[in-house]
């Protein structure tokens, strides 16, 4: 239920941003906007509290943002209040972000390895993804997981690329067991 909340009103947003030709200034204030929600966690527990009524909350944001933030986006802000959806509002800007980056050929990639990854090994990874993936932009995010033994795991999207000694030893022994079972 909650994706199917983000992804309504994520697209709603990025169907304004396109039609309002404001793709680029919508990312940069809700980049700021997020932070700053994230930052302070009483704001987003008024917003979130059942006892304070819609009217209350609307007015609280637009006190906090009319004027530093777009009409626009205080106009969707206040329509996400209105359909009490405001508990959403992480997933619904995270949403909107990677619409924007889809549409603008920015992939986003998480690379976790055995050992951390030196920035000539980075830039390599990150020049072989950019021939294979079609992307203009890759966005990288590098974690480090021992359990791989070696190799990598690469993730974008939802497709996955193993070639982790840990997985190809899951999979031998896989194979062995059906032998043995032969």
Do not use: C, W
């Amino acid at each position: 239920m909650a994706k199917l909340i983000s992804k309504t009103y994520g697209e709603a947003l990025v169907e304004l941003a396109v039609e309002e030709n404001k793709v680029d200034d919508f990312v940069k204030e809700l980049t700021v906007i997020s932070q700053i929600l994230k930052e302070n966690s009483d704001f987003d527990a008024l917003m979130n509290h059942p006892k304070i009524v819609k009217e209350e909350k609307k007015k609280v944001m637009e006190n906090v943002f009319r004027g530093r933030i777009s009409d626009e986006l205080l106009g969707f802000f206040l329509l996400i209040i209105e359909k009490d959806r405001y508990g959403e509002i992480d997933s619904i800007l995270s949403y909107f972000i990677d619409q924007v980056k889809a549409i603008k050929g920015i992939g986003i990639v998480y690379v976790t390895t055995a050992v951390p990854l030196g920035q000539q090994q980075k830039q390599k990874i990150e020049q072989r993804l950019l021939q294979t993936t079609g992307y203009k932009e890759v966005e990288m995010h590098y974690d480090v997981d021992e359990a791989l033994i070696g190799g990598m795991k690469i993730r974008i999207g939802d497709r996955v690329v193993d070639s982790s000694v840990q997985t190809k030893l899951s999979e031998l022994t896989k194979q062995l067991m059906r032998l043995q079972l032969a």
